[in-house]
């Protein structure tokens, strides 16, 4: 039974954190995209924090709702969930927000105006930032902010699952990073979404693209360091929290 059930839990736990990035970057990138001028930088961080929250609750259940390779790698270092599993989130993450860039771009291009070379909701420090941060500061800040991001994530879900009011924090603690952090360099604490747009928007928001990942990668393994301290291992997980294709179970009184 086992064999012909896993196949399908790998597919939707991968075709969810598929869509969950696609999604992420198309609403949540769109709307600084496409009317950033009209709802400022309050209204961007609430489309990102109110796409997470709808995507926590529709994904949660099924993938974990990651839809960011930094909270994967937090879950992976917390033993949440294997390599291999984080491998294929990775992968989906990335194709994801590659394709989620790909349609906002379309989009973009029908906006007569609208420029998107160097732009397109990408991250940037120096001149690409609104108050000129400059390197290290947006260096410490994406592992900041992405510190608190993954932290608040582990802190509320049991193992892999987003059950009950998990969700909730969730959503709020991603449009609080971004209310700080837009005005310094536009917001990463994901690198899946901040490689989508840049490859559409080439120049600069290449050049300094290394930077929106290796922070954030830093910033997730932090907080899963921190998060083992501060909550220590419980002595049993929930039997709704085995979502993880390649996990392996616990029984009673168990920890995997």
Same mark, same amino acid.
């Given at each position: 039974?086992? =064999? =012909? ?6 597919? /939707? ?16 990138? +769109? ?14 961080? %609430?489309?990102? !924090?109110?796409?997470?929250?709808? %995507?926590?609750?529709?994904? +949660? ?17 917390? /033993?949440?969930?294997?390599? @291999? ?14 394709? !989620?860039?790909? %349609? ?52 509320? =879900? ?5 059950? !009950?009011?998990?969700?909730? *924090? ?22 899946? @979404?901040?490689? +989508? ?22 910033? +997730? ?8 301290? =501060? ?13 993880? *294709? ?5 029984? *009673? !009184?168990? @920890?995997?």
């Amino acid at each position: 039974m086992e =064999t =012909t059930e896993t196949p399908s839990v790998v597919t /939707r736990t991968v075709v969810s954190e598929f869509l969950g990035t696609l999604l992420l970057v198309f609403f949540a990138v +769109g709307s600084a995209v496409l009317a950033g001028e009209y709802i400022g930088t309050f209204g961007i961080a %609430l489309a990102f !924090g109110f796409t997470m929250l709808a %995507l926590a609750y529709a994904l +949660g259940p099924i993938s974990g709702s990651h839809i960011n390779p930094a909270v994967t790698l937090g879950m992976l270092l917390s /033993r949440r969930i294997t390599p @291999r599993t984080a491998v294929e989130y990775w992968i989906a993450q990335i194709l994801g927000a590659i394709v !989620g860039a790909a %349609l906002l771009f379309l989009v973009a291009k029908q906006v007569p105006g609208l420029q998107t070379h160097a732009a397109f909701g990408t991250n940037g420090w120096g001149d690409r930032s609104a108050v000129h941060l400059n390197l290290g500061g947006a260096f410490v800040a994406e592992i900041v902010m992405t510190f608190l991001f993954v932290f608040v994530v582990l802190s509320v =879900t049991h193992r892999v699952a987003v059950i !009950g009011f998990d969700g909730l *924090p969730i959503g709020l603690a991603l449009a609080t990073v971004h209310l700080i952090g837009i005005p310094l360099d536009g917001t990463s604490v994901n690198p899946a @979404r901040s490689i +989508g747009p840049a490859l559409f928007a080439g120049g600069a928001a290449i050049t300094q693209l290394w930077l929106f990942i290796v922070a954030p990668l830093i910033g +997730g393994a932090i907080a899963a360091v921190v998060h083992q301290v =501060t909550h220590p291992p419980q002595e049993q997980v929930l039997v709704a929290d085995q979502v993880s *294709p390649h996990e392996p179970t616990a029984g *009673p !009184g168990e @920890r995997v």
